[in-house]
């Protein structure tokens, strides 16, 4: 058996075939992605400027207006950037660093795994809500510690995942044969599990989004989240709930909806990846 | 000793730990709040002598350790202080609040587990049909939905457009049960949603599994059927890892019920949380915390006991 990645050899990044659902959360993303970029360009407003009466119906504003009048198209665009800036932002910090942490227990084994294991448990033993909450409290709700947070919150699940995915790696024999040739930690790491693992590592990541998304919409929604006159899409449900005693419900449902729509999107693309079994070893591994 | 008893004190002993652990970082995390207590307290105006004396009473002079001490052994004995506030007891503020969360979960968990069960075994029976497909799509779009968006949803369709629940509950009326169901209707069904994919899911993946054993063929072989086999053979060996399915849900739920809460404005100990978290009100930030992480280390440690007590193959090898 060889390596599947030698040092220098090119990896090959194999992606299931592509169907139908799994082309549309591509699609969706991408939508919602290249909307929260182009916000100033396509917000025919500034975000929080007062343009009309409150709860407007759409016409005069494509959309209608919030509840203090501002434009509700301009607001969704750019609470787009909140929101993906929180959940990509944060996602992808507490993947690397759980990832790194995972890989490390798995490859050495030992007093480190038992720690990782213990440290894993207790930290995901909090109702993960509550913990967040409380962290907000007693630090507040700026940007860099609310992505700090959800980064946090997390890691125990990457750690957890990213370790059970390497400890079906590191029995290999091309892992066996590298530390024979006297590999340090870091390039067994980086060279031999870390390209047998992408997809498995991929699909957890796609799920970490999701779970970024429902997080950071939560905690906004509570108030203890994005602070105003920014808003992400979960403020501006909050901004807008009483929307729903007046009967008018657009400025309301859109934010909520987008939140759906992206969440829903995102396990489309992590089924499509996660379509085949046996994610941990390649094809001419098994 | 056995090794299901082992098994289950391990656990035990480690959700203790847990709790442990939950006391130290809910102490902690109150302990950095921006803002001293004292001056939370009097408001900005208050001369240094007045915060001096309001820390003395308090006893925030004292070491840390022994402030803790004394927080957690008041915590163990009910004694849980004062709201900053309101100056209300805390166990009193608490209680009617817990009550009213508790309602809304038991009505929540009696519609939802028997409605999931049966859907379950109809997919499992149903297997690849096209009940089963659809449902299991619906549940991917309920898994990665927030709750406070179904709940905005249910608003929208039931409360607004069809006026034919309330849509926020102030007040819930616990004299009349009818209407009491009436008032909690649309926060019952939000919960619902969101345990239903997961419980759905479960039952139907156990349910199969049971039905591709060899006893369960055996059985077809013998003339049973296939109801028969789901009902007789099949059900009773999925009673475990849905009961745990079921645990790990009421546990998903307490955290996520203090924002379903928000949406209806209704007084339970989530929204109670949020509220004291605004007000800055410390004692009932860390009382509801505790409450929240106590109930979910429980429902986790429950969890795990009842897939190990429940597994009629652990129970048999110990």
């Not at chain 1, 787009?80 to 800036?85: H, S, V």
């Not at chain 2, 007891?89 to 009213?100: C, E, G, H, K, Q």
Request: with cysteine.
């Amino acid at each position: 058996m060889t390596s599947a990645a030698r040092e220098g050899e090119q990896v090959t990044i194999m992606l299931p075939r592509i169907n139908i659902m799994g082309a549309l959360g591509v699609a969706v993303v991408g939508l919602i992605v290249l909307a929260a970029v182009l916000a100033p360009a396509l917000a025919p407003y500034a975000p929080a400027k007062i343009v009309g009466t409150p709860f407007e119906a759409p016409g005069r504003f494509l959309l209608g207006t919030d509840v203090v009048g501002r434009d509700l198209l301009s607001r969704l665009l750019y609470g787009a950037q909140f929101t993906l800036l929180v959940t990509f932002a944060a996602t992808t910090i507490g993947f690397v660093l759980g990832t790194a942490w995972g890989f490390a227990a798995a490859e050495l084994g030992g007093i480190l795994d038992d720690i990782t294991d213990f440290t894993v448990n207790i930290l995901l033993s909090f109702p993960p809500l509550m913990l967040g909450l409380l962290i907000v409290a007693a630090l507040s709700s700026s940007l860099t510690v609310l992505i700090a947070i959800i980064a946090f919150i997390q890691l125990p699940r990457v750690v957890r995942v990213a370790r059970s995915i390497a400890q079906t790696i590191t029995a290999l024999q091309f892992v066996e044969a590298a530390r024979a040739r006297g590999h340090g930690l870091v390039a067994i790491l980086v060279a031999e599990i870390l390209p047998n693992s992408w997809r498995a590592l991929g699909v957890e990541y796609g799920l970490r989004l999701t779970y970024s998304t429902l997080f950071i919409s939560a905690l906004s929604f509570l108030g203890l989240g994005i602070q105003p006159p920014d808003a992400d899409w979960g403020l501006l449900v909050r901004e807008n709930l009483a929307s729903l005693q007046e009967d008018v419900y657009l400025p309301a449902l859109l934010p909520a909806v987008a939140i759906g729509i992206f969440g829903i999107a995102l396990n489309l693309i992590v089924d499509w990846l996660s379509d085949e079994e046996s994610l941990a070893i390649p094809e001419d591994l098994r | 000793m056995s090794n299901l008893s082992h098994v289950v004190l391990r656990r035990a002993f480690f959700g203790v730990l847990t709790l442990f652990a939950t006391s130290l970082l809910v102490f902690a995390a109150t302990e950095i709040l921006p803002g001293d207590v004292a001056t939370a307290i009097l408001g900005q105006t208050a001369t240094p002598e007045m915060i001096a004396a309001i820390r003395e009473r308090l006893g925030l002079e004292l070491p840390l350790a022994q402030r803790y001490i004394q927080w957690l052994g008041g915590f163990v004995t009910g004694h849980m202080g004062n709201s900053l506030a309101t100056g209300a007891d805390v166990a009193t503020v608490i209680a009617p609040r817990l009550w009213n969360t508790l309602g809304l979960a038991v009505y929540a968990a009696v519609v939802a587990i028997p409605l999931s069960v049966c859907l379950g075994v109809l997919c499992a029976a149903w297997h690849r049909s096209a009940f089963d497909r659809m449902l299991s799509s619906v549940s991917v779009f309920l898994v990665s939905v927030p709750e406070f968006v179904i709940a905005v949803i249910l608003v929208v369709i039931l409360a607004v457009e069809l006026k034919l629940f309330p849509s926020v509950v102030v007040r819930p009326n616990w004299q009349n049960p009818l209407s009491f169901m009436w008032q909690l209707f649309l926060p019952m069904m939000t919960i619902v949603f969101t345990m239903l994919a997961h419980l759905i899911r479960m039952t139907r993946a156990t349910l199969l599994e049971v039905l591709a054993s060899p006893y369960a063929e055996m059985a077809l072989l013998k003339g049973a059927s296939k109801w028969r086999i789901l009902f007789r053979h099949a059900l009773p060996n999925a009673v475990g890892p849905v009961l745990s399915v079921i645990a790990l849900n009421i546990g998903y739920l307490i955290s996520g019920v203090a924002v379903i809460e928000v949406v209806f404005s209704y007084p339970g100990l989530g929204k109670l949380m949020v509220d004291s978290i605004f007000y800055r009100d410390l004692p009932l930030i860390q009382a509801t915390a505790m409450i929240f992480c106590a109930a979910y280390v429980l429902c986790n440690t429950l969890a795990d006991v009842s897939a190990v007590v429940l597994n009629p193959r652990i129970g048999r090898a110990a």
